[in-house]
Nanobody, 125 residues
């Protein structure tokens, strides 16, 4: 069984930074496409970023591009989401997600089968 555990969320002021971590157990993360999704109150879940398990290709939503960076540390079996220049609209519960890869890319509109418990990110003065 694949298990995903997120950490690194918290309260940060606008313009600040956080690094979210997603550590897997049971299987190697590079066998999966890994996505970070977020859900804010009253809003639909949206894919923020993903990294392909096969090619390491990454994708970002436009609002995060240039501010967020997804990366993978195979030795630690961990995927990170470095979030810089945070804005209040980034406030959400962030979820680490995974799905077995079947291609060389990780479209954010794919269905991700495995979900972590989420970690709260709050950006506020």
């Amino acid at each position: 069984q694949l298990q995903l555990v997120e950490s690194g969320g918290g309260l940060v002021q606008p313009g600040g930074s956080l690094r979210l971590s997603c550590t897997a157990s049971g299987y190697s993360l590079n066998a999966y496409d890994i996505g970070w999704f977020r859900q804010a109150p009253g809003k639909e879940r949206e894919g923020v970023s993903c990294i392909s398990g096969r090619s390491a290709e990454t994708n970002y939503i436009d609002s995060s591009k240039g501010r967020f960076t997804i990366s993978r540390d195979n030795a630690m079996n961990t995927v990170y989401l470095q979030m810089n220049s945070l804005k209040p609209e980034d406030t959400a519960v962030y979820y680490c997600t995974a799905t077995p890869w079947y291609g060389s890319s990780c479209p954010l509109d794919n269905q991700y089968l495995h979900w972590g418990q989420g970690t709260q990110v709050t950006v506020s003065s």
